[in-house]
């Protein structure tokens, strides 16, 4: 299946939408507030008009309620993502009934019953002298690597010319290697407007997991993001997956909320959760 596509929309061409079969939603990725109201609506016309199941959004804390008056709900808040000083809200709005149940929640309490168990490491303590920064010359090996790992992916992660286009815009990619082969990575995609990244694109190879490369990974972007002045990271990890929903918990993140059966993610769809971090001292 082709993957979604990301359009700019609004009276100024600054609010981002992406939409598609593969999600099976309509996505308000990046809004641009002059756009409020009526983006709200446009994005419901176009998930009837072609067949989406589900409305989903990240919006700061002073729009949400330009979208629960148009029936969305807040499935997740993470606290100071706006510029540090207001919250970000993920907000849900279902098209079909059932998209709104998941088929997994005891899974997915289980996974946050382990993750809330485990004690925030302080970063000093995490050996992050193996990752490095990747460029575009990894392009092919990173996306041989997540070819390898995911099955599908909301994202064409598996095409280097993506992963280039990515990497010239707002995207950092962290890699570790084992001699000359890519084993894990990860990025950290920036919103400058916001002052916030998403930590996002884990990926190791199956023979070098459990070696804690995804904690290693998401210590040295957290370094490298603050660096320049971000003052927040969240993640959108995958609800049912315990290693990854743990690395967070561990690094000091504070969970808010699941996004249910929100991202096509390794051959279907599957709930998400919304994980914070203020970075500024």
């Known amino acids: 299946m082709q993957p979604d596509i990301v359009t700019t929309v609004g009276h100024r061409g600054k609010t981002h939408i992406q939409h598609g079969p593969l999600n099976d939603r309509v996505y308000l990725m990046k809004l641009d507030t002059v756009d409020l109201p009526d983006i709200a609506d446009h994005m419901e016309e176009l998930g009837r008009n072609e067949g989406y199941s589900k409305l989903f959004a990240r919006v700061p804390a002073f729009a949400a309620e330009a979208f629960t008056e148009r029936g969305f709900i807040r499935e997740a808040r ?3 993502l706006y510029r540090g000083e207001r919250s970000g809200m993920f907000m849900g709005k279902y098209l079909d009934a059932a998209r709104a149940e998941p088929e997994d929640r005891k899974a997915i309490s289980n996974v946050l019953a382990i993750a809330g168990d485990k004690t925030a490491i302080d970063p000093d303590e995490v050996d992050t002298a193996a990752v490095v920064a990747l ?7 990173l996306a041989q690597l997540y070819g390898t790992v995911f099955e599908s992916y909301p994202f064409p992660v598996h095409d280097p010319d993506f992963l280039i ?8 990619f962290f890699g570790i290697f084992r001699k000359d082969q890519l084993v894990a990575a990860s990025s950290a995609e920036l919103d400058a407007d916001w002052r916030c990244a998403e930590m996002t694109d884990f990926a190791t190879l199956p023979e070098y ?9 998401l210590t040295a972007m957290e370094a490298a993001i603050a660096e320049q002045g971000y003052l927040s990271a969240y993640t959108i990890a ?8 743990c690395v967070f918990a561990r690094a000091g993140y504070t969970f808010g909320g699941t996004l249910i059966n929100n991202t096509n993610i390794s051959g279907g769809l ?3 959760n919304v994980w914070s971090k203020p970075l500024a001292a």
Request: glycine share 8%; proline share 0%.
């Open 238 to 245: 995958r609800a049912a997956s315990t290693a990854m929903n």
């Open 209 to 217: 997991r459990n070696r804690k490369a995804a904690l290693r990974l």
């Open 165 to 172: 286009s990515a990497m010239q815009s707002n995207v950092r």
């Open 78 to 80: 993470a606290h100071g």
């Open 270 to 272: 599957e709930s998400m």
């Open 135 to 141: 460029g575009t010359g990894h392009a092919q090996a």
